[in-house]
């Protein structure tokens, strides 16, 4: 059965940084495109980043290029997201994804529960 | 990378067939047939309902199903049921790797 498991989530004050983990069980997480999606409260969806599955390509939101960066650590199975300069419109669930096939057509198919981050003084 | 624009709201009764809409430019729903569909019911993650515009992930209804015609993306649900009273948000490559979601609409089963 896939898994994912979120954690890492907590409060920061603006300008400061958290590390999210996503662990994955029931796949081998370099086989599939993975992706970080986050949703303010009560608001809609919002893609942040993308994982491709060789690893050779990483892609992300405007709204956080260049403060976050994913990455992934094949011998944990573990997928993470750097966030630095944090700031209060960061403030979501953030949804760890992976892709319903072996390819970033299929859609995101399998969700984690959801890590919440607070920006906030 | 500007969000896809759905309807706020939509509603019908058990039964009814409705539409929601999901329009986007030629940068992304215009260019790809890479239109996904999610549910999502109030303090659960989203899901999967249609992918590639009108294909269905295993184990959903036929009751879903999804067209695109040019730069607008529609994801139709016949035979309403209670249960389908939800948030639905379209999702579509924008070129580049990189992905844009609509802002949700808020399903009423009246």
């Known amino acids: 059965e896939v898994q994912l498991v979120e954690s890492g989530g907590g409060l920061v004050q603006p300008g400061g940084s958290l590390r999210l983990s996503c662990a994955a069980s029931?796949?081998?997480?370099?086989?599939?495109?993975m992706h970080w999606v986050r949703q303010a409260p009560g608001k809609g969806l919002v893609w942040v980043s993308r994982?491709?599955?060789?690893?050779?390509?990483?892609t992300y939101a405007d709204s956080v290029k260049g403060r976050f960066t994913i990455s992934r650590d094949n011998a944990k199975n573990t997928l993470y997201l750097q966030m630095n300069n944090l700031r209060a419109e960061d403030t979501a669930v953030y949804y760890c994804?992976?892709?319903?096939?072996?390819?970033?057509?299929?859609?995101?198919?399998?969700w984690g529960q959801g890590t919440l981050v607070t920006v906030s003084s | 990378q500007s969000a896809l624009t759905q309807p706020a709201s939509v509603s019908g009764s058990p039964g009814q067939s409705i539409t929601i809409s999901c329009t986007g430019t030629?940068?992304?729903?215009?260019?790809?047939?890479?239109v996904s569909w999610y549910q999502q019911h109030p303090g659960k993650a989203p899901k999967l309902i249609i992918y590639?515009?009108?294909k269905w992930p295993s184990g959903i209804s036929n009751r879903f199903s999804g067209s695109k015609s040019g730069n607008t993306a529609s994801l139709t649900i016949s035979g309403l049921q209670a249960e389908d009273e939800a948030d639905y948000y379209c999702?579509?490559?924008?070129?580049?790797?990189?992905?844009?979601f609509g802002g949700g609409t808020k399903l009423t089963v009246l």
């Open positions: 994804v992976r892709t319903q096939n072996y390819n970033d057509r299929s859609g995101f198919y399998h």
């Open positions: 029931g796949f081998t997480l370099n086989t599939y495109w």
């Open positions: 994982f491709n599955s060789d690893g050779s390509s990483t």
């Open positions: 030629s940068s992304d729903v215009g260019s790809y047939n890479l």
């Open positions: 590639e515009v009108s």
């Open positions: 999702c579509s490559g924008a070129g580049s790797g990189t992905w844009v």
